[in-house]
């Protein structure tokens, strides 16, 4: 069975930090582009951030540059998304998703996660 699972979320103080890992299982994360999404309460689902096969990555929300980083293990068969000086508003559901190549829509990605909640709070 082809699945990727997310995890790391949870609640976390504004200013603080989370890593979220998005791991593989029946099939090499190495073939694939890797893209983190997020929905908030009320809105639709957007692209923060691809890695691509190479390790190039490209970050689609301007507010996350320079806090948050992605990277990839292919030996685990892994991809984490760190994020620092965490924001209430990057509270929401966040999705990892492989596809042929980084896009910050969801066209490209073929096999989406549950999803792991990520709350900012005081």
């Known amino acids: 069975q082809l699945q990727l699972v997310e995890s790391g979320g949870g609640l976390v103080q504004p200013g603080g930090s989370l890593r979220l890992s998005c791991a593989a299982s029946?099939?090499?994360?190495?073939?694939?582009?890797i893209g983190w999404f997020r929905q908030a309460p009320g809105k639709e689902r957007e692209g923060v951030l691809c890695?691509?096969?190479?390790?190039?990555?490209?970050a689609y929300v301007d507010s996350v540059k320079g806090r948050f980083t992605i990277s990839r293990d292919n030996a685990k068969n892994t991809v984490y998304l760190q994020m620092n000086s965490l924001k209430p508003e990057d509270t929401g559901v966040y999705y990892c998703?492989?596809?042929?190549?980084?896009?910050?829509?969801?066209?490209?990605?073929?096999?989406w996660g549950q999803g792991t909640q990520v709350t900012v709070s005081s």
């Open positions: 890695i691509s096969r190479s390790g190039s990555s490209t």
């Open positions: 029946g099939f090499t994360l190495d073939y694939y582009a």
């Open positions: 998703a492989a596809g042929r190549f980084c896009w910050g829509g969801s066209d490209p990605y073929n096999y």
